[in-house]
């Protein structure tokens, strides 16, 4: 079966270090997506791509950066990792089309900035 | 700006009908979503509304007043299982999602 698969799971870093999460679809999907989800607040969008070698920056981008070199995978990378980064990560997916709005969601990574 | 509303935490009986209510205020419209998210767990798709009126979907349906800005997720026949965050999103002219906060449904016996 078809999933997408988020890894690590769980993450403690400190601050200032770099951390990447991992994100593979095997859907092929063209569109992919990073959220955050803190307490208290909806889904926000931190970055997205609609298919190989683009990316865009979504609301709350600020200290993020992915790369999508090939269909399955977007990573999403904390440059220097800050406590206000500490939340839940989900990466998402899409089949092709702007409008569709049915995302499958990978099973989040938990990620503590000490 | 903008924005969706719904209540932070509802509460209802086992085998009752429950609403949960959303209000939107968005750039453009392209259709409003709802997700389930089971605790520690990803949201999954529940449905998608573009035009005014009714989806019935089982035990679920799902009502959009393009007009009034303002949809809702119906639960019938409910079960405990169905004790759960639900995710209002609207899509705007960017084909952007906008999320709500959620609302924690919890199920009493």
């Known amino acids: 079966d078809a999933e997408i698969t988020q890894s690590p799971r769980h993450k403690i870093t400190e601050t200032g270090r770099q951390v990447t999460l991992a994100c593979h679809q095997t859907?092929?999907?063209?569109?992919m997506f990073w959220y955050r989800q803190d307490l208290g607040h909806g889904l926000r969008l931190i970055h997205y791509?609609?298919?190989?070698?683009?990316?865009n920056k979504g609301e709350v981008s600020d200290g993020y950066s992915v790369s999508r070199s090939n269909t399955e995978d977007l990573p999403l990378t904390l440059e220097s990792a800050a406590s206000s980064q500490t939340s839940v990560y989900f990466c998402a997916s899409s089949e092709q089309g702007r409008e569709t709005g049915e995302l499958f969601f990978g099973e989040g990574s938990r990620l503590t900035v000490l | 700006g903008q924005n969706i509303d719904q209540p932070t935490e509802m509460t209802a009986t086992e085998g009752a009908i429950v609403q949960i209510n959303c209000t939107y205020q968005?750039?453009?419209?392209?259709?409003l979503f709802w997700y389930q998210q089971h605790a520690g767990e990803a949201p999954t798709f529940l449905s998608y509304n573009v035009l005014d009126g009714l989806e019935e979907k089982g035990r679920f349906s799902s009502f959009l007043s393009r007009s009034k800005g303002y949809s809702y997720l119906l639960l019938k026949e409910l079960q405990m299982k169905d004790s759960a965050s639900y995710l209002c999103?609207?899509?705007?002219?960017?084909?952007?999602?906008?999320w709500g906060a959620g609302t924690k449904l919890i199920i009493k016996p």
């Open positions: 999103a609207a899509m705007d002219s960017n084909y952007q999602l906008i």
């Open positions: 859907w092929n999907h063209n569109n």
């Open positions: 791509s609609y298919g190989v070698q683009d990316t």
């Open positions: 968005t750039s453009g419209f392209n259709g």
